[in-house]
């Protein structure tokens, strides 16, 4: 397994929406690339041009401004956020970076408000995990997700593209799609997405309870990425074009000025049929 990653400050990842710590350069597992650029144009400043894990915190307000995590603190306009959307940086906070072994550490610390390590490890040759802890300065209720652009080679989403789950899942859909749909224990394609075409459904949970388990599995061929989180699932996401389906677990975090909050994800990649 070869792992990339870029710098928070190299100008590979200039938007405003997700953390810039640990953007995702190249995942490469047996000769394939995992995590390929699935957008058609890219731009520093264009808000999802990101690959592989990546997480996205939600908004808070901070007295006149906007705080965004792994980001720093934003100018806002005279409109609701929208997290599509770039906005001005008025203070982007302190960025350290260091190697040590097998892990890549991102630290960023925004004065007065929290101080937030990402560590990012090789396990072995076929996995790696994120680990973060955040120490929260201010009062802290919001949540965190993970948006896993995962390709895993393939740059098409239809029937040859897998998501499992270890429940039978249930939700509702954004419209009556005839392209994908819930399984006993996963969703999967009936067809190949057309270009410009997109799924969605915003409330994935396992069927008779709220929220869901950590655990997600994605599969192209023989290819696949078992995911595993140590932290409940509110809710989960699919979102889906013609290039990518990504499966988004959502974290509530909460905690008084003072405390850590800890959460560590865990990737493992497999090359054999299930």
């Known amino acids: 397994m070869l792992l990339e990653l870029h710098h928070p400050l190299d100008g590979y990842y200039e938007g405003t929406r997700f953390d810039r710590s640990g953007v995702f350069k190249s995942l490469v597992f047996r000769g394939v690339e995992l995590c390929a650029p699935w957008f058609e144009q890219y731009a520093p400043t264009r808000h999802d041009a ?32 929208d997290r599509f959307k770039l906005y001005p940086v008025i203070d982007p906070g302190r960025w350290e970076v260091e190697e040590r072994g097998t892990s890549h550490f991102f630290r ?18 076929h996995s790696f995990e994120i680990s973060h802890a955040l120490q929260v300065l201010v009062p802290w209720d919001g949540t965190v997700y993970n948006h896993n652009f995962f390709t895993l080679g393939k740059l098409e989403t239809g029937p040859s593209r897998r998501i499992d789950f270890p429940f039978r899942p249930e939700g509702a859909w954004r419209a009556a799609y005839d392209s994908v749909a819930f399984t006993e224990g996963g969703v999967r394609f009936s067809r190949t997405l057309r270009e410009g075409e997109s799924v969605y459904c915003g409330d994935i949970h396992e069927a008779g309870k709220t929220g869901m388990p950590y655990e997600i599995t994605l599969r192209e ?26 499966v988004e677990p959502y974290n509530r975090l909460q905690a008084a000025p003072g405390e850590t909050l800890r959460w560590t994800l865990r990737y493992q990649f497999n090359c054999s049929e299930p």
Do not use: M
């Open 50 to 81: 990101v690959l592989g894990p990546a997480e996205e915190f939600s908004l808070l307000q901070a007295g006149p401004y906007w705080l965004k995590p792994g980001v720093g603190l934003l100018a806002p306009d005279a409109d609701p956020y």
């Open 108 to 125: 960023h610390t925004l004065d007065g408000y929290y101080s937030y390590t990402k560590e990012i490890r090789n396990l072995s040759d």
């Open 221 to 246: 061929g023989p290819l696949s990425v078992h995911i595993r989180g140590d932290a409940p699932v509110t809710h989960t996401v699919l979102w889906a074009n013609h290039r990518i389906a990504c």
